[in-house]
């Protein structure tokens, strides 16, 4: 993969989100880089994941998406946001032990402005560059003291999380790696 992009959460000693930690080990283990067109996780998903035989589940593949369109959001804008709705379809079926790659999106720079909710968008595409699922979902931001109430972290955490939030990174408002 590129030059690895490290999350906010990182930050965190013990944080444990089913899609991008290290510290949980029933979790996709999702890694970022930059990609021209925002940002990008390469996967390989064993039987661990699987559905149908050899066919990796589906409900995974919106948490995949989620997962890195959220990601790119906390990025390029340096806000966390919730999940508010998403929309995957399905072109093929992605199977067991296949490389993929998602890439996440963010097609309208200006929309929060306009409505307090970022649009964002997302491709799984396998190794020879074909979509096999597509995303689109809507998200809104949110301040940490405005949620502090549903979150499990201590001060400290609030603290380091807070200033990774405002540190600068290599992705502008769009979403696009400078």
């Known amino acids: 993969m590129d030059e690895s992009v490290h999350v906010p959460w990182s930050v965190i000693p013990d944080y444990r989100c089913f899609g991008c930690s290290p510290h949980n080990p029933a979790g996709l283990n999702l890694t970022f880089a930059p990609h021209p067109d925002g940002l990008q996780s390469r996967l390989r998903l064993g039987r661990a994941f699987e559905s ?46 296949h490389d993929y790659v998602c890439v996440a999106m963010l097609p309208d720079p200006e929309q929060p402005s306009r409505t307090g909710i970022i649009a964002a968008a997302a491709e799984i595409r396998d190794a020879d560059g074909a979509v096999c699922a597509t995303s689109t979902a809507g998200y809104r931001p949110f301040a940490l003291g405005e949620v502090r109430h549903l979150l499990t972290l201590g001060d400290t955490d609030v603290d380091r999380l807070t200033e990774a939030l405002s540190a600068p990174n290599t992705f502008s408002q769009n979403g696009l790696h400078r």
């Open 52 to 97: 149908y035989p050899g066919v990796v589940h589906g409900g995974l593949i919106g948490v995949i998406c989620d997962e890195v369109m959220g990601n790119l959001i906390v990025l390029a804008r340096g806000v966390p946001a919730f999940t508010v709705s998403q929309r995957t379809r399905f072109l093929t079926p992605l199977l067991i032990d």
